[in-house]
């Protein structure tokens, strides 16, 4: 079941078109940083750390990764997500799926488990062409970082990461962008159970990640109790692994919060899908 | 007409147990979100074996009642089986059941080829039987199989759409309209398919628009108003139940009394000057016309009743109003 679903949703113009762009991202990035890239310390974005992006091809997946978690790759994983059931109601071809005989939850699964390869897939494109287009354009040396948090006046370099260590934590790094995909997953695969609408779907699960931003205490400091349950204000935790000492705190919280937002998600999708009916 | 009647049964001695119908309907109801009432109290049983025609306006309940057959719908009240099984989502005897319902549904940027395929794995890992080169060549694609469905035209999707139908070599075969919008000819084809396919043994629940069509393919018809069940049976016997012929001749007047006193008629209606309505059991047009010729009347039309004529009468029987005679000409 889960070979006839890859069929369907990997041999399709969306899914090539959805993973390409998200690998000529890295691309367009590096291009941009080194033809505008001045050579010297630099914030990136809101980053708690700065470093020279020209100085090593390691910066590339901190940045790309730190410029698509928040926008760019929620849309993808809702895209992947929210197509998978909704996409084939609309095609029609659901039904004739559903009048032989295999459960509704083997069908739903299938669904999800090729949804949720092509969502890792892409958080993966992002971290491995970064880091290989990076590599080409400015070589892997190690990387030179300045702790934004504490010394910004100063530009002091907290700590030069070399080889195998920078390795590790882009590793941790991506696995950690990818948990925190999980809410916006579920939320856009429960959602593409309820409707044959791809579209509204996917909305919903990016959705999710805005009503998590409005919620975030930096725009709105009295609902902080709200924020530390929104799916995903902590998504750019990571970055502290990059920091010298790395720091994990929140780690823990955030990712039990994905398995919960997942779980649920998920159940209720499970529990509407094998109950509803299928009239179109 | 090319319509058979069925044999009765045959009722001799100690009934053996009697093999499950091929589908069971018994009290089904279906209530919609929307506070419609779509299937409402329906019984109805499909012998193995029977074509059974399911006819009745548009948002009669055919289409909804075919899918909780299929375990697409789950029904609010009563229960349907299929072989003495009773039908869930998913359900293993779906397995001996062939579906085209509510259109061709097929992923659209792959082929026809590469969607069969797929129905067949399906089929395959249900443990059935799937042979995907005779349904390829069930569709007479021919080299199109290879092009993406999207690029398919209304006929195609349908061709391969009864492909995958039969997929599997079915026992029950449920088709919703299946000629939706066909050319004559390929029509034809669609009822060829169901004939092949009844020939080998399978039963076969076909709904549908075309009147004619139901009387020239199916053995039983169920007629649909308003999700109940308005009347049922064989198809001859549908038809058979007001038996009425309308002659055009010279003179309806002379017409009446010749014809009054043939064998098997029970009445004779005059219906204008020039028209007479015959009421009876087993008329053969031969004789009536014989009959006239012989009494020197000139017989200038002729159309004895067809299922769509019984249908209409059946139809305003069950809305509470009078049947009429014979619809006027056209």
């Known amino acids: ?280 | 007409m090319g319509v058979t009647r069925m044999e009765p049964d045959p009722d001799g001695g100690a009934a053996p147990i009697r093999p499950a119908p091929a589908v069971q309907i018994d009290h089904l109801t279906k209530r919609l979100r929307s506070g419609v009432t779509a299937v409402d109290d329906l019984n109805l049983t499909v012998d193995e074996g029977q074509i059974l025609g399911l006819v009745g306006p548009n948002g009669s309940g055919k289409t909804i009642t075919l899918k909780i057959l299929l375990g697409l719908v789950r029904p609010t009240a009563g229960r349907v089986s299929l072989f003495g099984d009773e039908v869930s989502p998913g359900a293993t005897v779906l397995g001996r059941v062939g579906a085209l319902v509510d259109g061709p549904g097929f992923v659209p940027h792959l082929s026809g080829r590469r969607n069969l395929d797929l129905a067949c794995r399906q089929i395959r890992l249900a443990g059935g039987p799937a042979d995907l080169d005779g349904a390829i060549d069930s569709t007479g694609l021919g080299s199109a199989i290879d092009r993406r469905f999207s690029d398919y035209s209304h006929g195609m999707r349908y061709r391969l759409a009864m492909a995958q139908a039969l997929l599997g070599r079915p026992d029950l075969l449920l088709l919703d309209e299946p000629t939706t919008g066909m050319d004559p000819a390929q029509s034809h084809e669609v009822r060829i398919a169901i004939a092949e396919r009844a020939s080998a043994g399978a039963t076969v629940v076909v709904s549908s628009h075309q009147l004619s069509e139901i009387e020239l393919v199916c053995t039983h018809a169920a007629i649909m108003r308003q999700g109940r069940l308005v009347a049922s049976g064989p198809v001859p016997d549908l038809v058979g139940r007001h038996p009425l012929v309308r002659v055009d001749l010279d003179d309806a007047g002379r017409g009446v009394g010749v014809l009054g006193i043939m064998p098997g008629v029970t009445r004779v209606v005059q219906a204008g000057p020039t028209a007479v309505v015959v009421e009876g059991r087993s008329l053969r047009p031969v004789d009536l016309v014989d009959g006239l010729h012989a009494a020197g009347l000139t017989v200038t039309g002729f159309r004895s009743r067809t299922f769509e004529d019984s249908y209409l009468a059946l139809f305003e029987e069950s809305v509470g109003s009078p049947p009429r005679s014979p619809r006027p000409e056209p």
């Open chain 1, 1 to 280: 079941m889960i070979a006839i679903e890859w069929v369907k949703q990997f041999h399709r113009p969306k899914a090539y078109a959805t993973l390409g762009i998200v690998a000529s991202f890295s691309l367009v990035l590096t291009v941009a940083l080194a033809l505008t890239g001045s050579g010297q310390t630099e914030f990136v974005g809101d980053l708690p750390l700065q470093m020279v992006p020209r100085a090593s091809g390691y910066s590339v997946p901190i940045i790309a990764l730190s410029s698509t978690m928040k926008f760019f790759l929620p849309l993808a994983v809702a895209l992947f997500a929210g197509e998978s059931v909704a996409g084939e109601a609309g095609w029609g071809s659901l039904r004739y799926v559903m009048t032989r005989p295999v459960s509704r939850t083997r069908v739903l699964w299938s669904k999800a488990a090729v949804a949720g390869v092509l969502s890792l897939v892409s958080v993966m494109i992002i971290t491995v062409v970064s880091l290989v287009v990076g590599a080409m354009a400015f070589g892997l040396h190690p990387l030179p970082i300045v702790d934004g948090r504490a010394s910004a006046p100063d530009h002091v370099v907290s700590a030069t990461i070399s080889g195998g260590a920078m390795l590790g934590s882009l590793a941790l790094s991506t696995l950690y962008v990818t948990a925190g995909m999980a809410s916006i997953f579920a939320a856009a695969f429960f959602l593409s159970t309820t409707t044959r609408r791809p579209l509204v779907a996917v909305a919903g699960g990016v959705g999710l990640t805005i009503i998590s931003r409005i919620f975030n205490g930096d725009y709105l400091p009295g609902v902080s109790v709200v924020n530390k349950y929104m799916p995903n204000n902590d998504i750019d935790l990571w970055q502290h692994l990059f920091l010298r000492p790395a720091a994990t705190d929140g780690f823990v919280h955030f990712l039990l919060l994905q398995l919960v937002y997942f779980v649920v998600l998920m159940g209720l999708a499970q529990w509407w899908f094998t109950r509803k009916d299928l009239l179109h």
